[in-house]
């Protein structure tokens, strides 16, 4: 089947830790997405990226980081930085041209508790 | 900056009733205009608009959007209990390649 696949589905982290999100896609999708989500406030844009090697910040990137080492893949890493992670993740990703491909496909998404 | 409005925030209709959800938007280089629906996790796709004035449809679900005005709505008719979750709006910019997304409604549907 094709998709999106997030893990961990929940992951706790202590005070002080970094922990990675996985996200990896199937789709053969050009661009991927990382979302943060709170209660009330919508999906807000951590990072970005179109295509390999390269990716940009998003409206929210203080105290995350990414990689894209690989079209498939595009793993978030939540650092000590970012002093409020509790959160629901999504990641998404889709084509970059062409009008029928501008729909993104979400993972289940990964809900980080700091304990 | 780019933002997308969605109202009302939340909203309790009775089985049966029909709603109207609202998306306005203010993007550079607007492309798309896109509607999820997330009854949990992932959010799941309901329609995409490019074009003015064309209504998609899918089954009691319906949407248009108006590219001078700059809002979508989304309508949904005879509700049903499986019809309750959050309905999120997006916009997609053709010049940053990003989608810019609303806080959403959330719709509650009551027996």
């Known amino acids: 089947d094709g998709g999106i696949t997030q893990s961990p589905k929940y992951l706790f982290r202590k005070e002080g830790q970094n922990v990675t999100l996985s996200c990896e896609q199937n789709?053969?999708?050009?661009?991927m997405y990382w979302y943060r989500q709170d209660p009330g406030q919508g999906l807000r844009l951590i990072y970005y990226?179109?295509?390999?090697?390269?990716?940009q910040k998003g409206d929210i990137a203080e105290g995350y980081s990414v990689s894209r080492e690989k079209k498939e893949s595009f793993p978030l890493t939540v650092t000590s930085a970012q002093k409020n992670p509790t959160a629901f993740y999504l990641c998404?990703?889709?084509?970059?041209?062409?009008?029928?491909?501008?729909?993104?496909?979400f993972g289940q998404g990964t809900r980080l508790t700091v304990v | 900056e780019d933002k997308v409005v969605q109202s009302p925030l939340s909203l309790v209709v009775h089985e049966g009733d029909t709603v109207t959800l609202n998306c306005s938007y203010e993007?550079?280089?607007?492309?798309?205009l896109l509607w999820y629906k997330q009854e949990k996790k992932a959010p799941t796709f309901l329609f995409m608009l490019?074009?003015?004035?064309i209504e998609k449809k899918s089954g009691r679900l319906s949407s248009i959007l108006d590219k001078k005005e700059l809002f979508s709505i989304l309508n949904i008719t005879a509700t049903q209990t499986g019809d309750s979750a959050i309905y999120l709006c997006?916009?997609?910019?053709?010049?940053?390649?990003?989608?810019?997304f609303g806080t959403g409604t959330r719709l509650k549907v009551l027996a």
């Open positions: 998404a990703s889709s084509m970059v041209r062409g009008n029928t491909g501008l729909k993104a496909f």
């Open positions: 789709l053969n999708h050009d661009a």
């Open positions: 990226s179109q295509i390999v090697n390269d990716f």
């Open positions: 993007v550079t280089n607007f492309r798309s």
């Open positions: 490019t074009s003015s004035g």
């Open positions: 997006a916009a997609f910019s053709s010049g940053t390649y990003k989608y810019i």
